[in-house]
């Protein structure tokens, strides 16, 4: 039986840490993997086609190990976010990495504030173009009444 647990408790930490066990550590197959994280194996065979993921390979069988568990919890926090590929693969060189973990947290902090800052830019918009469709629906609203 697999010591890695089946269900998430605890929301997936985009600061890491992410487990280094290169060993012969108990491994999941993609099936658990999958049903861990409540993805398809599409997703699973994108990420490690993107290089986010290095899952086992036996065969044609692919085993994931915790060093992956732990990636996917910080692949997900970031996809929920919004941040691009290209930040997930920032996050996790950053959390993997040998940078002082003080470091570590300004540099997330400050790649989630940045986030924050587009998101909230986002929203503006969608308010206005909301407020937009709401005069042309009232308008056309009006002119039905009229005719």
Same mark, same amino acid.
């Given at each position: 039986?697999?010591s890695?647990?089946? %269900?998430?408790?605890?929301?997936?930490?985009? @600061?890491?840490?992410?487990?280094?066990?290169?060993?012969?550590?108990?491994?999941?197959?993609? +099936?658990?993997? +999958?049903?861990?994280?409540? $993805?398809?194996?599409?997703?699973?065979?994108?990420?490690?086609e %993107? &290089?986010?993921?290095n899952?086992?390979?036996?065969?044609?069988?692919?085993?994931?190990? &915790?060093?992956?568990? +732990?990636?996917?919890?910080?692949?997900?926090?970031a996809? %929920?976010?919004?941040?691009?590929? @290209? *930040?997930?693969?920032?996050?996790? %060189?950053?959390? *993997?990495?040998?940078?002082?973990?003080? =470091?570590?947290?300004?540099e997330l902090k *400050?790649?989630? &504030? +940045?986030?924050?800052?587009?998101?909230?830019?986002?929203?503006? @918009?969608?308010? *206005?173009?909301? @407020? =937009?469709v709401?005069? $042309?629906?009232?308008?056309l609203?009006?002119?039905?009444e009229?005719?």
């Amino acid at each position: 039986m697999n010591s890695i647990p089946m %269900k998430l408790d605890l929301v997936p930490d985009i @600061a890491g840490p992410i487990r280094d066990d290169e060993g012969d550590g108990q491994l999941l197959a993609i +099936s658990e993997m +999958s049903e861990l994280f409540s $993805v398809t194996l599409r997703t699973l065979r994108f990420y490690e086609e %993107k &290089g986010l993921l290095n899952p086992v390979r036996r065969g044609a069988r692919r085993f994931y190990r &915790g060093r992956d568990v +732990s990636r996917m919890r910080v692949i997900l926090q970031a996809k %929920k976010i919004g941040l691009t590929l @290209a *930040e997930v693969r920032r996050i996790i %060189k950053l959390v *993997e990495g040998t940078t002082p973990r003080d =470091e570590q947290l300004k540099e997330l902090k *400050e790649i989630c &504030g +940045s986030q924050e800052q587009l998101l909230r830019e986002q929203e503006q @918009a969608l308010q *206005e173009q909301i @407020a =937009e469709v709401k005069s $042309v629906v009232d308008a056309l609203e009006n002119m039905l009444e009229a005719a």
